[in-house]
C-alpha cells in the first residue's frame, strides 16, 4: 500500500509504518496446563500512517478499537512490539531513554481526565514550573514568566496559578493540562479524548482554545475521539480504527460524504446529529468481538451487512480506492474496480 | 415585568392541562386535551434539597411539567442542572440526606410524594419502572439473568412458564441465544447487553411510564444507537411514555416528542422538540445549540462563557445572568418566571422578546 506521494507534503512530521502492540494476559491455569504462552491482547495490530506538519488527524473509533494505545506508541509512552514510528525521520523506536528526550520536548499530550494527569498536592504553577524545569527552559525568573504567560495563554489568569488542581472546575482543569503540554512549545500535540469528561458547554470553549491555540502555534495534532461531530469540525483528515487497525482513511469531507467502509457508514448513522432530516437510528448488529480473540479474515465481518465468502478467510489490505480515500474492504475494493471504467459518466 | 410576583406554580396553573388538583385517579384531565391523550404524569413545582456542610444545595427549585400517555419526553442539561435528581426525586429515589421538600408528583392521579411506601412500592414495580446510567450498579452481581428476570414474574404461576416468559422478553430487547444467555451472570455480559437485560427486567412489568437516566451514556455509539432504537421501538409498541433523561442534544434531536431544558434546577426552556430546535427561546439553550461542532467548518463555535453556578449559593435573579450574553438589570432583581412564548412553548427568560433578534 504506497502512500499518495504527488499530494504529500514532501516530509511529513509523523510516519507509522506497521505498528504492533500487543498486550499478554496474565498466565492461566490453562495456559500452564497446555504449555503455551499466554493469550493476547491485539490492542495495535498493523497500523500505518503518515502526518504532515501543521496538519491535524482525527482517530475515531469505539472504546478497546485501540486508538489511545496508538497515541501512546507514537509518544511512546508504550513500548510497540514491532512497526516504526519516524518523528521528522527519525525512528523513534530505536532510541534509548535518553536519546529521547530532545523528542519528548516536541511531543506532548493532552489526556481525557485532567485530574488524573496534574498532581493534586501540587500548586499548578509549580507543576508548570517542573515541566519547564525538567527540560531545562529558561532561567527561574525566565521559567516564572513562562508559566503565567501559559496560563494566559489558556484563558486563566496568573493568580489561577497559586490554585491546587481540586479548586479548578473540570474544564479549567483541562486548560490546566493543555498549559501543561504546551508549556516545552511541542510541534506534535496528542489530544486523548481531551473533551469526553466535559459538559457540552464546557466542551466547545476546550475545543475553541484548541482551534486557536493548533493556528497561532502551528501545531501538528491528532486528535483521538469517539465523538464524530468534534472530528469532523477539527480534522483535516480521519482514520477509523476497529479492533486494532485502520479500517478507513481520508480527508474530513470525503469521508463524511462518500464513506466507502460499511463500518465507517454504521458509525456515521449512529451518530445521532443536531438538525437535517429526524430519522431512526439503523445501528449494525452485534458488539466488537474481544481483542483477543480476534475474527480471522476480515476483522469486521461477522457484524458486517455486506459480508461475501472471502471475508471470513482473507484480511482486506488498505488500498487507495480514490487519490488520499483508502479502504480495507473487500467489497468495497471490488465495487472501486467494477465502476473504474465508467468514472466520468454520469452515475445513477 | 415584576418577575417575583408570579411564582412557576401560578404558571402552571395557567396551563389548562395542568388544573388537576383532584387526588382521584381517573378525572384528572379534565380539561382541554384530547381524549386518550391527557397527561400521564403532572410534575408540580417540585423541590428537592440537600444539606451539606456548605449548606444547602437546592438541586430541583420548583419544576413543573406533564408527559401524555405514549409521549416521548427528554430532560436535557449538563451535570448539576438537577435532570436526575428530579427523575429520582418523580420515583422517591433520593438518597438521604437529600429530600423532596415540596410539590407533587401525580401519576394517574395519585401523588407520588405522599403515597405510603407499600402502595409506592406497587406503581414503582408496575406503573412506572426506572433504568439508570449504569446496569452493572442496578443488576444484583451475584444472581442469574434468569432469576432476576424471574423475580419480577412472581405473579406468573408455573416456573415453567417464567421461564417460557423470560426468554421472550430477552428475545424481544435483542439478546442473541436468550435460552444460553439466561443462566449468565451480569459480569458476563458486555455494557449493551446489560442495558438490554434491563430493559426486559422494566418491560416484565409492563408498565405505561418508562424513566430512562442517561440509557446510552456508558456505551459506544453503534451499541448506543442499537438500545435508543430498541427504546424507542418499545415505548411505540407498548404505546407507554418514555422520560429520557440525557446531556445530547443530538439524540433529544433524533428521538423524543417535547424536551424540557434544565438549568441550575429549573426549566429554562419547554418545547415539542422541533420548535425548540427552530427557535430556541432562553440564552441557554440557544448556547447550548451554538456549542455542537457543526457540519459547516466555517462556522466559529459559540462557546456559553463560565460555569454553572453553585446551587449551594444562588443569588438574586436569573441563575444564567453571569454567563449570558443578553442580561439586563432586570434579570438579577428577582425570580424569573416560566412564561409562554407560543402554544406549548414556555421560556424562563426576561428578555425573550429580544432574543429573536439574535
Known amino acids: 500500500m504506497g502512500e499518495p506521494l504527488p499530494s504529500a507534503p514532501p516530509s511529513p512530521l509523523l510516519e507509522v509504518r506497521d505498528l504492533v502492540k500487543h498486550f499478554p494476559l496474565p498466565h492461566t491455569l490453562l495456559d500452564v496446563a497446555l504449555r503455551r504462552s499466554p493469550e493476547q491482547v491485539r490492542a495495535v495490530d498493523g497500523v500505518s500512517f503518515t502526518l504532515g506538519r501543521g496538519r491535524t488527524l482525527g482517530l475515531v473509533g469505539e472504546s478497546g478499537c485501540g486508538k489511545s494505545t496508538l497515541g501512546r506508541c507514537v509518544l511512546r509512552l508504550h513500548d510497540a512490539d514491532r512497526g516504526e514510528v519516524r518523528f521528522d525521520g527519525v525512528d523513534l523506536m530505536g532510541l534509548t531513554e535518553t536519546g529521547l528526550a530532545p523528542y519528548r520536548k516536541r511531543m506532548q499530550v493532552v489526556f481525557q481526565d485532567p485530574y488524573a494527569s496534574l498532581n493534586p498536592r501540587q500548586r499548578v504553577d509549580r507543576t508548570l514550573h517542573e515541566v519547564l524545569q525538567v527540560h531545562g527552559i529558561g532561567t527561574p525568573a525566565d521559567r516564572r514568566r513562562r508559566v503565567d504567560a501559559l496560563l494566559v495563554q489558556v484563558g486563566l489568569s496568573p493568580a489561577d496559578g497559586r490554585k491546587y488542581p481540586g479548586e479548578f472546575s473540570g474544564g479549567q482543569r483541562q486548560r490546566v493540562g493543555i498549559a501543561r503540554a504546551l508549556a516545552v512549545e511541542p510541534e506534535l500535540l496528542i489530544a486523548d479524548e481531551p473533551l469526553s469528561a466535559l459538559d457540552v458547554s464546557i466542551q466547545a470553549q476546550i475545543l475553541q482554545l484548541l482551534l486557536d491555540l493548533r493556528a497561532s502555534l502551528g501545531l501538528t495534532m491528532i486528535f483521538i475521539s469517539h465523538d464524530l461531530r468534534v472530528v469532523r469540525y477539527l480534522s483535516d483528515d480521519v482514520a477509523v480504527m476497529y479492533l486494532g487497525r485502520i479500517v478507513e482513511r481520508a480527508p474530513t469531507a470525503e469521508l463524511f460524504a462518500r464513506p466507502q467502509h460499511p463500518y465507517t457508514m454504521a458509525l456515521l448513522s449512529a451518530m445521532p446529529e443536531v438538525g437535517g432530516v429526524r430519522r431512526e437510528p439503523t445501528p449494525i448488529e452485534g458488539e466488537p468481538p474481544s481483542a483477543v480473540r480476534i475474527p480471522g479474515g476480515c476483522r469486521f465481518h461477522p457484524r458486517c451487512p455486506w459480508k461475501v465468502e472471502r471475508c471470513s478467510r482473507e484480511s482486506p489490505d488498505l488500498d487507495e480506492l480514490e487519490p488520499g480515500h483508502f479502504v480495507a474492504c473487500h467489497v468495497a475494493s471490488e465495487r472501486a474496480i467494477a465502476t473504474a471504467p465508467r468514472q466520468g459518466l454520469p452515475t445513477a | ?358
Open chain 2, 1 to 358: 415585568m415584576r418577575a417575583a410576583e408570579q411564582s412557576p406554580v401560578s404558571n402552571v396553573a395557567r396551563d389548562p392541562k395542568r388544573t388537576g388538583r383532584s387526588a382521584d385517579p381517573e378525572p384528572f384531565d379534565a380539561g382541554a386535551p384530547p381524549p386518550g391523550n391527557g397527561p400521564l404524569l403532572s410534575v408540580e413545582d417540585l423541590r428537592v434539597e440537600i444539606p451539606t456542610r456548605r449548606g444547602t444545595v437546592h438541586a430541583v427549585r420548583g419544576v413543573s411539567f406533564h408527559v401524555r400517555k405514549g409521549e416521548t419526553f427528554a430532560l436535557v442539561g449538563e451535570s448539576g442542572s438537577g435532570k436526575t435528581m428530579t427523575c429520582r426525586a418523580i420515583v422517591r429515589l433520593i438518597h438521604p440526606p437529600g429530600r423532596i421538600t415540596a410539590g407533587r408528583v401525580l401519576f394517574e392521579g395519585r401523588d407520588l410524594t405522599q403515597l405510603p411506601e407499600r402502595e409506592l412500592e406497587h406503581v414503582r414495580g408496575h406503573g412506572l419502572v426506572m433504568v439508570f446510567q449504569d446496569p452493572m450498579t442496578a443488576l444484583n452481581p451475584v444472581l442469574s439473568v434468569e432469576r432476576q428476570i424471574s423475580e419480577i414474574l412472581l405473579d406468573t404461576p408455573a416456573s415453567d412458564s417464567r421461564r417460557a416468559r423470560a426468554v421472550e422478553l430477552l428475545r424481544h430487547v435483542g439478546i442473541p441465544d436468550p435460552e444460553r444467555r439466561l443462566g449468565a451472570y451480569p459480569h458476563e455480559l458486555s455494557g449493551g447487553q446489560r442495558q438490554r437485560v434491563m430493559l426486559a427486567i422494566a418491560l416484565a412489568r409492563q408498565p405505561r411510564l418508562l424513566l430512562a437516566d442517561e440509557p446510552t451514556t456508558a456505551l459506544d455509539v453503534t451499541i448506543q444507537a442499537q438500545i435508543l432504537r430498541l427504546l424507542v421501538t418499545l415505548q411505540r409498541e407498548l404505546g407507554m411514555a418514555l422520560i429520557l433523561v440525557t446531556h445530547d442534544l443530538g439524540v433529544v434531536y433524533q428521538s423524543v416528542d417535547r424536551v424540557a431544558v434544565m438549568y441550575a434546577g429549573e426549566i429554562v426552556e419547554l418545547a415539542r422538540t422541533t420548535e425548540l430546535f427552530a427557535r430556541p427561546s432562553h440564552p441557554y439553550t440557544i448556547g447550548l445549540i451554538r456549542s455542537i461542532p457543526s457540519v459547516d467548518r466555517q462556522r466559529r463555535l459559540a462557546p456559553i462563557p463560565g460555569s454553572p453556578p453553585d446551587l449551594a449559593a444562588l443569588g438574586r435573579g436569573c441563575p444564567f445572568a453571569p454567563r449570558c450574553a443578553w442580561v439586563a438589570a432586570e434579570c438579577l432583581a428577582g425570580d424569573v418566571p416560566l412564561v409562554a412564548v407560543d402554544a406549548d412553548h414556555w421560556s424562563r427568560c426576561l428578555r425573550v422578546d429580544q432574543l429573536a433578534s439574535a
